[in-house]
């Protein structure tokens, strides 16, 4: 399985998911290591769903493809 780049605009939308669960304040090293982590999980997930459509002979991605990549999750 190949590594998929991300978009560096993700920071912002992270941040906000992390403040609307209750945190006051993050500093910029913690912010970053979330975005690391958000993002090597996200690529794995992403990595399943493609293996998943492709399997089943599709280039689409179906909502039951990330379904499924979750329950392995």
Do not use: C
């Not at 669960?21 to 500093?27: N, Q, V």
């Not at 794995?44 to 990549?69: C, F, G, M, N, P």
Request: without cysteine; neutral net charge.
């Amino acid at each position: 399985m190949e590594e998929i780049k991300h978009d560096r605009n993700t920071k912002a939308p992270i941040t906000r998911i992390v403040k609307n669960a209750g945190a006051e304040r993050i500093s910029k090293e913690a912010e970053q290591k979330i975005v690391e982590a958000v993002e090597q999980y996200t690529n794995k997930l992403a990595l399943v769903v493609i293996d998943l459509a492709k399997h089943a002979d599709r280039k689409t991605i179906q909502v039951e493809d990330v379904e499924l990549s979750l329950k392995h999750f």
